[in-house]
T-cell receptor, first 117, second 113 residues
Framework: GAVVSQHPSWVICKSGTSVKIECRSL??????MFWYRQFPKQSLMLMAT?????????EQGVEKDKFLINHASLTLSTLTVTSAHPEDSSFYIC?????????????FGQGTRLTVV | AQSVTQLDSHVSVSEGTPVLLRCNYS??????LFWYVQHPNKGLQLLLK??????LVKGINGFEAEFKKSETSFHLTKPSAHMSDAAEYFC???????????FGAGTILRVKS
């Protein structure tokens, strides 16, 4: 199956700093990528949808100025958590959807665990 | 709007016995439904999907699920559990385009030897 790689797998940062998470489709071109977050003992919640070369679409309640998403190429989307606070600590997961025969399934990265101290 | 309810947060079975993970959905249109599995420190893997074809869907690793419209259910089953099946399982419904996914809360499956 197709491979989506997220980096880093885990990160610890200080309050007030920014953290960038990368999501890469390794063997296919991803026209659309999705970013989710998962709080402990809760389900995945969609944060935003990013399409290559255009602005991301954010879900209601997600601050676009805090969670900056860039999808500059067909194989890379980044999520930057700006001015992180402890309440931003969570598990962030991306998924990617390709073109043609690759658009029938969303492929997920392994997730990034962010801890803000 | 679509929603998914996974009825059990934890399920524990003995190796070699059947597995049943329950899922009910709510959708204003004919849904696409999925089951994903997440092993510790690994990404989500698609087990199977229903997209309005056969109501009994067979997936990988011996799992299958049956779409029952009258019961709005999409329960996941496996005849005989294996130790490697221990993981968290998510029932998922998608939007009309099939890409935007709404996840259930997840069910952690424990397999005892």
């Amino acid at each position: 199956g197709a491979v989506v790689s997220q980096h880093p797998s885990w990160v610890i940062c200080k309050s007030g700093t920014s953290v960038k998470i990368e999501c890469r489709s390794l063997d296919f071109q991803a026209t659309t990528m999705f970013w989710y977050r998962q709080f402990p003992k809760q389900s995945l919640m969609l944060m935003a949808t990013s399409n290559e070369g255009s602005k991301a679409t954010y879900e209601q309640g997600v601050e676009k100025d805090k969670f900056l998403i860039n999808h500059a190429s067909l194989t890379l989307s980044t999520l930057t958590v700006t001015s992180a606070h402890p309440e931003d600590s969570s598990f962030y997961i991306c998924s990617a959807v390709g073109t043609g025969t690759m658009n029938t399934e969303a492929f997920f990265g392994q997730g990034t665990r962010l801890t803000v101290v | 709007a679509q929603s998914v309810t996974q009825l059990d947060s934890h399920v524990s079975v003995s190796e070699g016995t059947p597995v049943l993970l329950r899922c009910n959905y709510s959708s204003s249109y004919s849904p696409s439904l999925f089951w994903y599995v997440q092993h510790p420190n690994k990404g989500l893997q698609l087990l199977l999907k229903y997209t309005s074809a056969a109501t009994l869907v067979k997936g990988i690793n011996g799992f299958e699920a049956e779409f029952k419209k009258s019961e709005t259910s999409f329960h996941l089953t496996k005849p005989s559990a294996h130790m490697s099946d221990a993981a968290e399982y998510f029932c998922v419904v998608s939007d009309l385009n099939g890409n935007k996914l709404v996840f259930g809360a997840g069910t952690i499956l424990r397999v005892k030897s």
